[in-house]
């Protein structure tokens, strides 16, 4: 009892003879410093048990399931107008050019192009057989049977005639669409406008009788009103019989086809054309064009005489 009371005073505790310990007195570890208070019982250093829980880096295991975000094709389309020509002529044939580009990266799945041309013209054809009638009988709609490769393309040629009372700008619209993702889609429509030129308003009047000895004279008034001057003019006569002159401008051919090249026409112009022939019927045909500019007045681009 007396060890413990000075082991409780001092903070040190005093062990009987080397190597003998007290029955009574358990073996414990020094405590090192003043101690506060009674001893309660003995202090010990805690072990931790590595083996039954070791201390390890925790391994992460793959996910069965990652989220991966899909990549989405994309395909860059676009699409242009051009006519021929470039200015519109009353009463005379437009071809517009339409062309369809893919830029990429990916392919086109299965475009449709549909084209919009003015009322003012109307659709004779198509060089695609593909291509149908739109929604209106002034719409193209062509679908491609195939994707469009990237860096490929294709096009599609519109043929139409513009009204004679056609005074533009002609607006044609072509819209290009694709299941494909297409990150630029503002040059996928393309709008297209055409000026249309006045022309001229050429006129042939023809006049003549069968003569005693049996041969025809006839003479073709031809008129400009304009107000477009006419430098490339055209005459035709169709009749049966054979040629025997002409007169006022350059014919050539036989008279069932005869073409006649005119002088330059201005506006307020006339010229005259005779021709003498030997008729197997009596009735001749004479038509006036021009092959640049358009008519808008095309009723009196032909006339008709019976001979008598």
Do not use: W
Request: hydrophobic share 40%; proline share 8%.
């Amino acid at each position: 009892m007396l060890r413990r009371l000075l082991a409780g005073f001092t903070g040190l505790v005093v062990a009987g003879a080397p190597g003998v310990a007290l029955a009574d007195d358990p073996v414990t570890e020094p405590i090192v410093g003043p101690t506060v208070g009674p001893t309660v019982g003995p202090v010990t250093t805690p072990v931790v048990d590595l083996i039954e829980n070791p201390v390890t880096t925790p391994v992460v295991k793959p996910t069965e399931n990652p989220a991966v975000k899909p990549v989405v094709a994309r395909a860059d389309l676009s699409v242009r107008i051009t006519s021929e020509p470039a200015v519109a002529q009353p009463g005379q044939p437009i071809a517009y050019r339409v062309e369809v580009a893919n830029a990429g990266p990916g392919d086109a799945v299965l475009p449709v192009l549909v084209v919009s041309v003015p009322p003012e013209v109307r659709i004779l054809h198509t060089n695609v057989a593909t291509c149908r009638p739109g929604t209106t009988s002034h719409q193209v709609r062509c679908a491609s049977a195939t994707d469009v490769r990237a860096g490929g393309g294709g096009g599609v040629t519109i043929t139409g005639l513009v009204g004679t009372s056609a005074r533009g700008p002609l607006r044609t619209v072509a819209k290009l669409t694709s299941a494909t993702a297409d990150a630029n889609e503002r040059d996928n429509t393309f709008t297209h406008l055409a000026r249309v030129d006045e022309g001229a308003d050429l006129g042939v009047r023809l006049t003549g009788q069968v003569r005693s000895g049996g041969l025809a004279e006839v003479t073709a008034v031809i008129g400009n009103r304009g107000p477009r001057m006419v430098r490339d003019a055209f005459a035709y006569f169709r009749a049966r019989g054979r040629l025997v002159s002409s007169e006022g401008a350059r014919c050539r051919g036989r008279l069932e086809e005869l073409q006649c090249g005119l002088r330059a026409l201005g506006a307020g112009e006339r010229m005259r054309v005779r021709l003498l022939f030997e008729p197997e019927r009596r009735a001749i045909r004479a038509t006036v064009f021009s092959s640049r500019f358009g008519d808008r007045e095309p009723s009196d681009n032909e006339s008709l005489l019976r001979l008598r």
